[in-house]
């Protein structure tokens, strides 16, 4: 030993607790998951080397991090400690073999509960008599942050239990933010000019632990539950059983994708099953957690060194790889943001070749400290174009390049504004035509005016013609127009025009989402759709009555107002109109409908219809669609090839509709 390697070790100590920092308190990690775990198991490799120099504040005798002082300190009666990673597939037989020889001296297999390990938020949620009364972070393990008045705003933590249930429990839970919202909640970012989120799991974090909890009301914030603390009464015997204790005292739990699984082979199994059905899933996950089944033998394991004895985190291999970045282009957005994007030397990740990265904006640029050809780590989350995670400065040669802020747009050349407090620079021209091209991109979209057959390539082409300059001007073409278009026949000539006289007449949540609207989306369309029934009637609507609709505030009233206010959107209104464009009212929601109140869930191949027109149906008829079968769940629509869901459904005795079943109970509410 010399007095390097100590200090060393003490430098790898100090370096480990500020990534800690970074990820539990501030929510704003510099390394990816990946690389901390390197640096980790780097230090347990050195602390295995020399014992004597551990002491209470080494990393590896900590669960979390120091608390943030902005709220009140909560202490868990039981620890809410954290998992050993398994790194791969040996490490996973070699905890197996352990456990049951070692410590259980036994050789039969043993029945494993496997769980989703989400990429969340822990929680800890205390209820007295069945009814919410406190709510924590995991914080360090031992001691976590009271953000009660913060979770009681989420829908999916129920207020109340459902009886019979304890008197007193504390249920542990991950919150977390499904994909699909997490890149809404990214775009209504952009368009405002502040900062991004990083990933789903940043978002959640900087959610829950917010001052005002009327901000963490707006966030799209789930959870599910998989585990208890204290409990009163008798407990369950099993975690399988424990699972279903939970759900049946109304909290959400992910029981469609928790499996039973007797020794290493089946668990090892379902982790290879999982890790090929990531990418399809709603939301993040990083792994497995695989714990012993019987309760009673979790209490016999105990705890080693702050961890479960009983329990591991199977962990997917990283979706990393390092590359170069050979250059950077600016992308115009439709509200003129002006967004950097990085070309990379093609690279394999997740399977995928990538060959560029989102930057999101300058501050981004300025944190990883990038410069055109340097070598970075790419990582591909639950997205197409995946993310700068870090620069490797040591590969640096010299000759890289810093990446300054534009002062003229790309496309246009016009002088490009960068506003006060956000970060994004904008093009101001509302000629340009980057611009324009992602205006009508949105317009056409499936989700908007779904006006099929009318790509990037041809909306540019029309445009340079002068057939072109914004949406209105789309109503007004004819074949002769299309047909000065290269590789334009008259047979997709006529498909498009008969898809864009189609579209006067969609509905007006519709058209809502495609005029583009700053921070409306397809949902807040549908509210506005469904609250004011009219085009004219929104158009006049006050701030006021904007926001008496729940879900609707401030920042989103104004952001209306502007919008019909503006005599440049004025005109174009005007030009729909004379076009002919027409969009169909939206009733409020019944109160009396079919599946007022009730929820329906789809599953299998659906053959006699789309998912999303079924989806769509259910809410008009005053329902609502789930992704998930829950004892919450009215009707299950189970189509061909209908699997874990429709058995879940039997289970819970939930009734199932066959297509022709559901389609005859449509028609006859139809009729009424």
């Known amino acids: 030993m010399n007095d390097s390697d100590k200090q060393n070790y003490a430098d790898l100590c100090t370096q480990i607790h500020h990534h800690n920092n970074c990820y539990h308190v501030k929510d704003e990690p510099e390394i990816s998951d990946a690389e901390y775990d390197r640096l980790f198991r780097e230090l347990q490799a050195i602390e295995r080397e020399h014992p004597e120099w551990v002491t209470v504040q080494s990393p590896t005798q900590m669960v979390g991090a120091p608390l943030s002082e902005k ?7 039981i620890p809410m400690l954290s998992l050993k990673n398994a790194k791969n597939r040996q490490d996973f037989f070699e905890f197996d073999s352990s ?99 990083a990933n789903p799991r940043n978002a959640a974090a900087g959610s829950l632990r917010q001052i005002d909890a009327g901000v963490t009301a707006a966030r799209p914030l789930k959870i599910f539950c998989y585990g208890i603390g204290r409990i009163t009464g008798q407990r369950a015997r099993t975690q399988q059983r424990l699972l279903q204790d939970l759900e049946r005292w109304g909290l959400r739990v992910n029981l469609e994708e ?19 059905r990531r990418d399809t899933l709603a939301y993040e996950i990083d792994g497995v957690v695989v714990k012993v089944n019987e309760l009673e033998l979790q209490d016999e394991l105990g705890e080693v060194n702050r961890r479960p004895r009983w329990a591991i985190a199977l962990k997917f291999p990283p979706r990393q790889q390092q590359t170069i970045v050979e250059g950077v282009f600016m992308q115009v957005g439709r509200t003129g943001a002006i967004t950097p994007v990085a070309h990379l030397k093609p690279v394999s990740v997740s399977g995928v070749t990538v060959s560029r990265a989102s930057l999101h904006n300058w501050d981004e640029i300025a944190r990883l400290e990038l410069m055109v050809g340097d070598h970075v780590t790419v990582e591909r989350a639950g997205d197409v174009i995946p993310d700068i995670v870090k620069v490797l400065t040591e590969l640096r040669s010299g000759k890289e390049q810093p990446i300054t802020l534009p002062t003229n747009c790309p496309e246009c050349g016009k002088t490009v504004n960068k506003n006060p407090g956000e970060v994004v620079p904008r093009c101001a021209n509302p000629h340009c035509s980057a611009q324009t091209i992602e205006r009508i991109k949105h317009f056409v979209s499936r989700n908007a005016m779904d006006i099929d057959s009318l790509g990037e390539k041809q909306l540019a082409q029309l445009i340079a013609l002068g057939k072109v300059e914004d949406v209105a001007d789309l109503y007004t073409l004819t074949e002769d127009d299309l047909f000065a278009m290269g590789r334009m026949g008259e047979v997709l000539a006529k498909k498009l025009l008969k898809s864009i006289e189609t579209s006067k007449a969609c509905p007006l949540s519709k058209l809502l989402f495609g005029l583009g609207i700053r921070h409306v989306g397809e949902h807040t369309a549908k509210l506005l759709a469904r609250n004011f029934g009219s085009l004219d009637n929104l158009a006049k609507a006050e701030p006021e009555q904007l926001k008496q609709i729940h879900e609707i505030g401030e920042t989103v009233a104004d952001s209306v107002i ?111």
């Open 99 to 197: 456990i049951r020889q070692t410590f259980l001296a036994r050789d039969e297999e043993l029945e494993y509960a496997c769980e989703m390990k989400l990429d969340g938020v822990a929680v800890e949620l205390t209820y007295e008599n069945g009814r919410l009364t406190a709510a924590s972070t995991r914080g360090n393990g031992y001691v976590g942050e009271n953000i009660t008045a913060n979770v009681s705003t989420l829908t999916t933590v129920p207020q109340q239990l459902i009886a019979p249930y304890p008197a007193l429990i504390d249920v542990r839970g991950e919150v977390y933010i499904d994909l699909v919202d997490f890149r809404e909640m990214n775009r209504r970012q952009e368009e405002r000019g502040v900062k991004t989120f």
């Open 71 to 77: 709220f009140a300190p909560v202490k868990h009666v």
């Open 258 to 276: 928790t499996r039973l699984a007797r020794g290493v082979i089946e668990v090892t199994d379902y982790f290879m099953n999982l890790m090929s």
């Open 562 to 672: 502007d919008y019909f206010n503006d005599p440049a959107k004025q005109l174009l209104l005007d030009k729909l109109d004379r076009a002919g464009v027409v969009p169909k009212g939206e009733d409020r929601i019944p109160h009396d409908g079919l599946f007022s109140g009730k929820t329906v869930v789809f599953t299998g191949s659906l053959t006699l219809f789309t998912r999303q027109d079924a989806e769509q149906q259910v809410e008009q008829f005053g329902g609502r669609a789930a992704k998930s079968v829950s004892k919450k769940t009215d009707y299950v629509v189970a189509g061909p090839g209908a699997g874990s869901k429709l058995d879940r459904a039997r289970e819970l005795g939930i009734k199932i509709l066959s297509e022709e079943e559901y389609l005859e109970l449509i028609n006859r509410a139809e009729q009424i």
